[in-house]
């Protein structure tokens, strides 16, 4: 693959994901056309021109998922996109979808038709989510044996640690995988398809904020702030365990997906799968500094 001719395409640039992915792209030589909701945001654009190599491989456009339209422009002329953005407010303005599941699946299928359209797409790689991926029984009564690339997480499930904010979340990844992965059924594909299920991300960011998901990762120690404690158990009871991955190895995985000659199908991309209680154990074994309050320290397993 010519990297110097190449030009990709990544929505949600300016996200957790998204932006360390421009950045190793853009490292790797690639062109790459990155998707911002409005480039009037100073410090998102100033973000993204400041990486290495922007000034002759990058290059913003304008677009809301809210507006899948407004993706045509980035997505024309590339060989690969990157479908990192996902919505995780529901944008009240909205008058064509009533909530985050109808905008986050008709995006992705937005995206994948104008992929198709574009005649020049030959792969589309999907960020997917792990809460996509629970091995619980259909009925909620226990676990299947192992968690792989054939479980789907049952709908309506009734779970303690569950609120309306992560059970529409769990409900948008979960079909907006299902209705992208369906393009690699079409006869005569020309779009290749490719979803990577990742867990609870973690490592370094180029963000002056510290990402919702690393903010999860370390709720124990940071005292539940805006119930981040309860995501991270929400996720032990819907997989048994919390997938951590770290931010470079998921990157990686993305650009691996892009760069084999051919591939498509539902893949895992979690690193090691700990219980909230060795979590915690991990904390207080290596940074004794820190100090876990006591409410979190007689929480019961999951699983």
């Not at 960011?205 to 158990?233: A, C, E, M, R």
């Not at 365990?241 to 990686?252: A, G, R």
């Not at 991309?269 to 876990?292: G, M, Q, R």
Request: proline fraction near 4%.
């Amino acid at each position: 693959m010519a990297k110097c001719c190449t030009k990709v395409c990544v929505t949600g640039g300016s996200g957790y994901i998204g932006s360390w992915l421009v950045k190793k792209l853009l490292g790797k030589g690639y062109t790459v056309h990155v998707t911002l909701r409005n480039l009037g945001d100073k410090s998102k654009v100033g973000l993204l021109k400041s990486l290495p190599n922007a000034d002759t491989k990058l290059v913003l456009f304008q677009a809301n998922i809210y507006k899948p339209k407004e993706f045509e422009e980035a997505i024309q002329g590339c060989e690969f996109v990157f479908h990192v953005a996902t919505p995780m407010q529901h944008d009240p303005k909205s008058i064509q979808y009533k909530d985050r599941v109808e905008a986050t699946i008709a995006g992705v299928r937005a995206i994948a038709d104008i992929c198709v359209k574009s005649r020049t797409v030959k792969r589309l790689i999907y960020t997917a989510s792990v809460v996509a991926t629970s091995p619980l029984n259909e009925d909620g009564s226990g676990y299947k044996s192992c968690t792989d690339e054939s479980c789907w997480t049952p709908s309506d499930l009734s779970l303690t640690y569950a609120n309306d904010y992560v059970l529409e979340y769990t409900s948008a990844k979960t079909i907006a995988e299902k209705e992208v992965l369906s393009y690699n059924e079409i006869g005569d594909a020309k779009l290749e398809v490719v979803t990577l299920a990742c867990g609870l991300v973690g490592g370094e960011t180029i963000l002056s904020h510290l990402p919702l998901s690393v903010q999860v990762i370390f709720s124990q120690i940071s005292g539940n702030i805006f119930d981040y404690y309860q995501g991270l158990k929400f996720l032990e009871e819907l997989l048994g365990s919390v997938p951590l991955v770290h931010i470079d190895d998921v990157c990686e995985a993305h650009i691996f997906c892009m760069e084999k000659p051919s591939m498509k199908g539902r893949f895992l991309c979690s690193a090691a799968d700990p219980t909230v209680k060795e979590i915690k154990t991990h904390l207080e074994e290596n940074h004794p500094e820190f100090t876990i309050e006591e409410k979190f320290r007689e929480e019961p397993e999951t699983r």
